[in-house]
């Protein structure tokens, strides 16, 4: 079971961050994504950072202000968000393939295990 939270209201350049718990599972062996679907929009890749935390990937329209990360220890993934924009207003997921890499990230169809989404909303 994945569980994302953190989500809220913040205005404009302000910051967030949101936490992605799992339980259930061998969490240290699983890449995992962040994703994002805003009112109206497809749903799409933010970031994703693979098993050991050694490689992340970021969407160009967060590149910069959004870093992810994760503590196995904790079996949690975090995602700091900065300099939020209006734009950044979305229903937050976090979601695996249940493998070690991001290969998933490009696509969100390709996960298959899903969080329940926190609301990020950005007020300007």
């Known amino acids: 079971q994945l569980q994302a939270y953190g989500g809220g209201l913040v205005q404009a350049g302000g910051s967030l961050r949101l936490s992605c718990t799992a339980s259930?599972?061998?969490?240290?062996?699983?890449?995992i994504g962040w994703f994002r679907q805003a009112p109206g929009k497809e749903r799409e890749g933010v970031s994703c950072?693979?098993?050991?935390?050694?490689?992340?990937s970021y969407a160009d329209s967060v590149k910069g202000r959004f870093t992810i990360s994760r503590d196995n220890a904790k079996n949690t993934v975090y995602l700091q968000m900065n300099s939020l924009k209006p734009e950044d207003t979305a229903v937050y997921y976090c979601?695996?393939?249940?493998?070690?890499?991001?290969?998933?990230?490009?696509?969100?169809?390709?996960?298959?295990?899903w969080g329940q989404g926190t609301l990020v909303t950005v007020s300007s």
């Open positions: 979601a695996t393939q249940r493998g070690f890499a991001c290969s998933f990230y490009s696509d969100w169809r390709r996960a298959n295990y």
């Open positions: 259930g599972f061998t969490f240290d062996d699983y890449a």
């Open positions: 950072i693979i098993s050991n935390g050694g490689s992340t």
